[in-house]
């Protein structure tokens, strides 16, 4: 009978040995990943957040498009062509930095990339997708109305024929990367039903106004968009899909992206909370051999790594062709959820320090209140489960 192996031993940074399930591939991702950001973000981020601003958004576009990050997990066009999972790595290290630089790459890539990439024309696609990838040009998607966020039904931005060309009028509200895209992609309502239009913002009639006094996703540009009046070519319509199955198919895989993404803020946030708990002393010893401290760390640790595992579970099953919507919603509820109680309860073991931007975890919790909204709130997902669940739809 053979000896039994030696058990490695336990890493606190990766207690569950999830790092096993990954290939070579997937951890040189992560690594170049967390390394960019450790160096083009970290040092300069909490300025940012506190000035209400990303000044160097197309800088970091450009770099971004050179590392591969943008429109990551999609094929051809100058796109990287990388795994499901890889493309989650990327968010959640980008999002360990800060949740505008993940919401930055997920609205070009998942959103306006992948809504060209999967329902436009080939021209479409070879016009616009190749300078995207690139981060030559910003790309941001127009569905959120100002009295239309859950409801994306009712949306009343309305697109109208005249002769060839397409007249588009409406708003939208609260949209990253809006007042920095070079092509915005609108849903719009029309006679034939609802469809996407690839706009270029220098289109006359057409402005994106940035929305200030946020707090929360303080460094990132997110804006408003008016179409008055909008006149587009018979071409810029995206001819792949007509209904609402188009705007959500694009945000299931951004969703997916935000699974990976809150736990990159919640790793964050609980690898200050352990630092702090490990050199703070009190009562003439660390606070971290304290029980009630330990016990907080330990009940983080678990609902972070449960939270690293399920992406990675999703993610080879979107890898494998087998990700459903559902699950998606199953994740973000999860797991965005749990990022903010990690966040919170690292602030508590911080105590006052918790609140200063010198650590990254009260940026991380404001953060967070914007993405358990975007892309589907908790009520929504809470719904979409329920449906599933049940078989009875209670959105109606």
Not at 104 to 124: D, F, H, P, T
Not at 173 to 186: H, L
Request: overall charge negative; proline content about 5%; glycine content about 12%.
């Amino acid at each position: 009978m053979p000896a039994p192996a030696k058990l490695p031993p336990f890493d606190p940074d990766d207690p569950l040995g999830v790092d096993d399930l990954l290939d070579p591939e997937d951890l040189a991702v992560r690594d170049t990943v967390r390394g960019w950001a450790a160096e083009r973000v970290l040092p300069h981020i909490a300025e940012w957040y506190e000035r209400g601003e990303l000044p160097v958004i197309r800088e970091l576009a450009r770099e971004l498009g050179a590392l591969g990050a943008l429109g990551m997990s999609l094929e051809g066009y100058g796109c990287a062509g990388a795994s499901a999972v890889q493309y989650g790595l990327a968010c959640l290290e980008l999002e360990a930095a800060d949740s505008g630089i993940r919401s930055l790459v997920s609205v070009q890539g998942s959103l306006a990339m992948y809504a060209i990439w999967k329902y436009g024309s080939e021209e479409q696609k070879r016009h616009w997708l190749p300078s995207m990838a690139a981060g030559e040009t910003i790309g941001c998607f127009g569905l959120t109305e100002p009295d239309h966020g859950s409801d994306p039904a009712a949306l009343r931005t309305y697109a109208r024929r005249d002769g060839a060309d397409w007249i588009l009028n409406g708003r939208k509200m609260w949209i990253t990367n809006g007042s920095v895209a070079g092509v915005a992609v609108v849903w719009a309502q029309t006679d034939e039903g609802m469809r996407g239009f690839a706009v270029p913002t220098d289109t006359p009639g057409f402005s994106a106004p940035e929305i200030k006094h946020k707090w929360s996703l303080r460094a990132s540009v997110t804006s408003e968009l008016v179409m008055d009046d909008v006149r587009l070519p018979a071409d810029a319509v995206l001819p792949g899909v007509t209904g609402l199955k188009g705007p959500l198919g694009c945000l299931t895989h951004a969703r997916y992206g935000i699974v990976w993404g809150a736990m990159g803020a919640a790793r964050a946030s609980f690898e200050a909370a352990l630092d702090y708990a490990r050199t703070r002393e009190q009562f003439g010893r660390p606070i971290g051999g304290f029980q009630l401290t330990q016990a907080k760390l330990a009940d983080m640790a678990v609902e972070l790594h449960k939270g690293v595992l399920l992406a990675h579970h999703l993610g080879r099953r979107m890898d494998a062709g087998r990700l459903r919507p559902e699950q998606v919603s199953f994740g973000k509820l999860n797991n965005v959820r749990e990022a903010i109680g990690i966040c919170r309860t690292a602030r508590t073991i911080l105590g006052a320090n918790g609140i200063s931007l010198e650590y990254p975890v009260m940026r991380h919790a404001t953060n967070l209140e914007s993405v358990l909204t975007y892309e589907g709130t908790v009520e929504m997902h809470q719904l979409v489960l329920g449906k599933a669940l049940t078989g009875l739809d209670a959105f109606r």
